[in-house]
């Protein structure tokens, strides 16, 4: 990767060997959890850490606001977007627990949580996981190679099949806008 042209074809080798290992079906079946969430007001949460919270804004910035279509906003919260929630938490109780906690707070049975974190073992992200599933939410990961410990606490897990951050991350966007296209499509349908 000496060469912005190197660069390029490593991303589009990591793109293509996603294309090649991610399954249509479980895509399909984290568009499914979605769509049944939002197309009857239930929430959909969003979470991750760094560069995956960054993902977890502009993925709720689409489904809020508008990605291709024209329709009404659509109740897509991101968990990570809050500073007074994220500070007061962390400096009162910690880290491991402020998903989790609004979790609680925004959660409800029928929804959906998309937990993104690159390694797949963020412990605010699993546990988050953990608290939606324990209030009979669907859980989707989206991550890294094998999926970490997000793998044995989700119903669907999408993992890009690679361990350099910035090259899964640059995966998960091309996964995520497909999946913010198929959810507008659907709902507006």
């Known amino acids: ?6 660069y ?9 060997q996603t294309a ?14 979605m769509t049944g969430a ?5 929430p959909m949460l969003v979470c991750g850490n760094g ?5 977890a804004m502009h993925i709720t ?5 508008r990605f291709l279509i024209e329709r009404k906003a659509l109740n897509c919260i991101c968990l990570s977007s809050n500073p007074t929630i994220l500070t007061a938490w962390t400096n009162d109780y910690d880290y491991d627990t402020v998903f989790s906690r609004q979790v609680e707070a925004y959660g409800k049975a029928g929804g959906v949580l998309l937990g993104i974190s690159t390694s797949g073992n963020s412990a605010n992200v699993v ?3 953990k608290a939606a599933r324990d209030m009979n939410m669907a859980t989707v990961a989206l991550t890294g190679d094998g999926g970490g410990k997000m793998a044995g606490v989700s119903d669907i897990v ?4 690679s361990t350099s951050t910035p090259q899964i991350q640059q995966a998960h966007l091309c996964v995520y806008h497909y999946m913010c296209a198929q959810i507008e499509r659907r709902i507006c349908a």
Do not use: F, H, K, W
């Open 38 to 42: 939002l197309s009857v007001g239930n």
């Open 20 to 33: 090649e290992v991610l399954s249509n079906e479980r895509v399909e079946q984290a568009i499914n959890a």
């Open 61 to 65: 910035g689409e489904l809020v606001g």
């Open 51 to 55: 560069g995956s919270a960054a993902d």
């Open 8 to 16: 390029l074809r490593e991303s589009s080798d990591v793109i293509n």
């Open 1 to 6: 990767m000496t060469t912005i042209g190197g």
């Open 127 to 129: 546990n988050a996981l």
């Open 158 to 161: 999408l993992s890009v099949p």
